[in-house]
């Protein structure tokens, strides 16, 4: 089946540092790798979208400066969280997929806090 | 606004009992996932639905792309069914927009 390994689980950074955080797509090619943050009693807001083969796309909010992503290849991605400050902790999100017409499949998240 | 919108918000349910959660979508929604957010924050893939309805089990889920909204509903609820649901829905360009969530409780 189609699996999503995120890692680290969990991740304590001092204010004004900055963490990387990676996703591993097994069984699955990850054309489509999505990074989300949901930061604390809230929804999932999407960060970025990366297609392969296309640039990758930020929401409003965020930026490439700010949350640079890399997505080398079908299986892998990761996401660094820069200059991280309060307002940084949430879980964060990768799900990933094979292409249209196809479910995402998110990893178990990468938790933030930052001190 | 809120281009996804969930509800209720929350909701208790006594064990053995039935309810529908439901999403409302102001953008043109081609797909719906239902996901369920256990309390580690793991997120559960239940759905992915094209119009139509699917069933899992206790679960049953319908998206109507021409109304606009998904439902999810469950049946004889457990406390294993506590956790916070939530609808994504994609409106083409890969992007996919999550709701609000909806924080149910299963008690005795």
């Known amino acids: 089946g189609a699996l999503v390994y995120q890692y680290p689980r969990r991740t304590i950074c001092k204010s004004g540092t900055s963490m990387r955080m990676e996703c591993q797509a097994v069984g699955f090619q990850a054309t489509s790798v999505a990074w989300y943050r949901q930061s604390p009693q809230k929804t999932f807001e999407l960060i970025a979208l990366?297609?392969?083969?296309?640039?990758?796309?930020?929401e409003q909010n965020f930026t490439q400066e700010k949350f640079p992503i890399s997505h080398p290849n079908l299986s892998f991605s990761s996401m660094t969280v820069l200059n991280a400050y309060l307002e940084d902790r949430g879980l964060y999100l990768c799900g990933a997929r094979s292409g249209a017409n196809s479910d995402y499949t998110f990893g178990s998240g990468t938790r933030l806090l930052v001190i | 606004g809120d281009k996804v919108k969930q509800s209720p918000s929350a909701l208790s349910l006594q064990e053995g009992t039935n309810s529908a959660l439901r999403c409302n979508f102001s953008?043109?929604?081609?797909?719906v996932q239902w996901f369920l957010q256990n309390p580690r924050g793991s997120l559960i893939n239940l759905f992915y639905?094209?119009?139509g309805t699917k069933e899992n089990g206790r679960l049953k889920s319908t998206f109507n792309s021409k109304e606009s909204y998904s439902t999810l509903h469950i049946r004889d609820a457990q406390l294993e069914d506590s956790g916070t649901y939530f609808c994504?829905?994609?409106?083409?360009?890969?992007?996919?927009?999550f709701g609000s969530g909806t924080r149910l409780l299963v008690s005795p």
């Open positions: 994504a829905a994609e409106a083409g360009g890969y992007k996919v927009v």
């Open positions: 639905l094209v119009p």
């Open positions: 953008i043109a929604a081609t797909t």
């Open positions: 990366s297609t392969v083969n296309s640039a990758i796309k930020y």
